[in-house]
DNA sequence: GACTCTCTGTACCGATCGGTACAATGTCTC
DNA sequence: GAGACATTGTACCGATCGGTACAGAGAGTC
């Protein structure tokens, strides 16, 4: 099928939302199918790995989204305060300004982490490495910059966390705004 | 039993464990008896509720031990400086500086959340209510007492997603040590 | 020792789990 | 239209899920 490219790409839409809705454990083959609209034939035709395939072909794709739509643009940018505005803006976007929860630090909490340690640890440490050489060329020191970075992914992931806790995506907006002023602070 | 009470908490103590392990969905009955050394017998006769009151008793414990050690202290302390530095002490020993996940953040992601609403929002509000208190005492408008108490919160959160998904305790440590300073700064 | 009453191990329940087998259906090529 | 091959729905698999039933062990009272 030549459509076969974009039919996974919306499945992996799909399966990520399942995922993100009900964890790892929790997304049932039932759910999946319901959420697709696939019966299991397609779903092992299209995954013969089964559902630790799907989610790591998941995984893989969120981070390609990050890759082109943060990291890329963080590592070549001039404008720090421009770079920094366009990386929370991404953020607030792609979580829907905090209605959404993010797939790999959900996968990092559970049981399901020692399955995808790698794919979970190199999204974090490649968002932060591309940070923080930004960072380094707004002035800041190397340790300094490496730091920040680490603040900036923990910031998110928590404002998340909390969000949802407390049901109030205002939280996340606060903290993305808290944030950017943080980033953007001359060296201490 | 004279002995009941005691036990009983053995058995959240454990139960505990196992849901952080494994979260409110992988925590079956299995690992549950295994964990606890309790046959289903026993586990439906202190539980008849089942996983659900098994898990809502675990959230209402650990509420219990954040509000004696952690919640009561902020609220009548006078010496802020002290009072942040032990609610950090106390959250890096309760998170095992960062090797123990946070089950309420946990719950809060996943979808479990609906069952634990109250138990989940009750207990970060209540903490960013004391912190925030003890903060306004120290000469912060209320405004900025709930904003910097809602920082803490999400980061310590943060921390513990981040310091989980790169296999790192030194991200949370790092956490804590500036969010104290953050804490105590003078009003900006 | 007989009577309670709390507690527990075991067998069992229907439902659902993730996964497989396979026949039937499409769709494309020639 | 014949043949090849990708795709799908459905029936089915053993295992495990959360939960129930219940007989009996254990401990306390008289």
């Given at each position: ?5 974009v039919e996974r790409g919306e499945v992996l839409r799909a399966l990520g ?21 696939l019966g299991k034939g397609s779903l092992y035709h299209l995954f013969p ?140």
């Amino acid at each position: 099928m030549l459509t076969r490219g974009v039919e996974r790409g919306e499945v992996l839409r799909a399966l990520g939302e399942v995922f993100r809705a009900h964890g790892y454990e929790g997304a049932s083959l039932t759910l999946i199918t319901e959420a697709t609209g696939l019966g299991k034939g397609s779903l092992y035709h299209l995954f013969p790995g089964g559902k630790e395939q799907m989610a790591a072909e998941v995984l893989a794709e969120i981070d390609g989204w990050f890759e082109l739509h943060i990291f890329a643009p963080l590592r070549i940018a001039d404008d720090p305060t421009r770079a920094v505005a366009a990386m929370i803006a991404g953020v607030d976007q792609y979580f829907h300004s905090g209605d959404r929860v993010c797939l790999v630090g959900m996968v990092a909490l559970g049981s399901a982490r020692d399955s995808f340690s790698e794919a979970v640890d190199g999204y974090f440490a490649r968002w932060q490495t591309a940070l923080a050489s930004l960072l380094r060329r707004s002035g800041l020191t190397n340790s300094q910059a490496q730091r920040r970075a680490e603040d900036a992914l923990l910031t998110i992931q928590g404002a998340l966390v909390l969000a949802r806790a407390r049901s109030d995506a205002k939280i996340f907006r606060r903290a993305l705004s808290d944030l950017t002023a943080r980033l953007l602070a001359p060296p201490a």
